[in-house]
């Protein structure tokens, strides 16, 4: 080969191989540096990481392990709105109703405090006996004392409620420099996609299996206190392990 042929060969490669590193980065879909962040996480077992990066988890003792990965499609993204209002109105609604009827029960057991010391007293014994009057007392306080589980147990709901609410929104909006995730005060909407991947699963014997994993992924964007909010996407769901 003659030495003008080489240099044009020589010049064709520095043209060509910017373009070729370029195409194939370009060729990464965004998807896979995340995916691959959480694939890892959880099967090191690293919650911390984990809980920057999904609302979801892979336990590799029960479920197994993603060893590998290729993503072989994306769905259209879908967007909803997020409405945190009526969650936080249930929780003050709950609150308030617990504070009343707190209220009430303890002006009943202040107007029946003698007896209601010797009804828990005697609840105390083995044979407990009753006078007609402590009867008709316990009769009204264990009414009093089931409805306190009740409002304990509906304020409990409401809160978990809006904990599973925005709990995702959360991990999501929590970037650095950032201001912390207000649901009073943020107005936004929720942005999802779908994933698929052919993976290479590690099963909890051992075992590794191809399998087709749909990963649901989602982050949320709107704003807080006027300022705009782009959240980080993180991963909400895996099916098919």
Known sequence: MSMPMIRRLVTVLLVLTPLLI???????????????QFFRAARNRDATSLSMM????????????????????????????????????????AQTDEREFQIRKKAYSDANLKTIEEILKLERTDSPKFTSAQTAVKAEWDKWRAETAEY????????????AATAPVEVSLTQPGQAKFDATAFQGETVTKDVTVAAQVKSPAGDTAEKALTVT?????????????????????????
């Not at 370029?22 to 691959?36: G, H, I, N, V």
């Not at 304990?152 to 904990?163: D, G, H, M, P, S």
């Open 217 to 241: 992924m989602m982050k949320v964007v709107g704003t807080q206190a006027g300022t705009a909010r782009d959240g980080k996407w993180i991963v909400t769901k895996v099916a098919g392990l």
């Open 54 to 93: 999904a609302s979801v988890s892979i336990d590799p003792r029960t479920q197994g392990s993603v060893e590998s990965f290729t993503i072989t499609g994306v769905s259209e993204e879908r967007r909803a709105p997020l409405d945190f209002k009526s969650l936080t109105d249930a929780i003050e609604k």
């Open 22 to 36: 370029l195409d194939a980065a370009c060729s990464t879909p965004p998807e896979q540096q995340p995916l691959t």
């Open 152 to 163: 304990v147990r509906n304020l409990t709901t409401t809160k978990a409620a809006f904990v």
